[in-house]
Nanobody, 125 residues
Framework: QVQLVESGGGLVQAGGSLRLSCAAS????????MGWFRQAPGKEREFVAA????????YYADSVKGRFTISRDNAKKSVYLQMNSLKPEDTAVYYC??????????????????WGQGTQVTVSS
């Protein structure tokens, strides 16, 4: 089994920054494609960013492009999401996800196999 634990969420003012971390443990795939998703109250889960198993390819939702950066450290079995210029509409629970196969890097949640418990990000105006 794979366990994913997110951290780094919190309350920040608009324009501020936060860095989310996701650590994998258990029967992990240190080079698995990974992604970040978020879900705001009353809304469906949405894609935020994803990174290929090597870290060589990254993908972003249009709403966060230029403000968020996804990265990974395979030696630490961790993936990160640096969030800058935060807006109130970024308020959500943020989840990291891992795909057990190394074939491609999905941008839809259904194609990921493991999920963390989520971390709350609240951006005040």
């Amino acid at each position: 089994q794979v366990q994913l634990v997110e951290s780094g969420g919190g309350l920040v003012q608009a324009g501020g920054s936060l860095r989310l971390s996701c650590a994998a443990s258990g029967r992990t795939f240190s080079s698995a494609p990974m992604g970040w998703f978020r879900q705001a109250p009353g809304k469906e889960r949405e894609f935020v960013a994803a990174i290929s198993w090597s870290g060589g390819s990254t993908y972003y939702a249009d709403s966060v492009k230029g403000r968020f950066t996804i990265s990974r450290d395979n030696a630490k079995k961790s993936v990160y999401l640096q969030m800058n210029s935060l807006k109130p509409e970024d308020t959500a629970v943020y989840y990291c996800a891992l795909r057990a196969r190394l074939d491609y890097t999905p941008r839809t949640g259904d194609e990921y196999d493991y999920w963390g418990q989520g971390t709350q990000v609240t951006v005040s105006s």
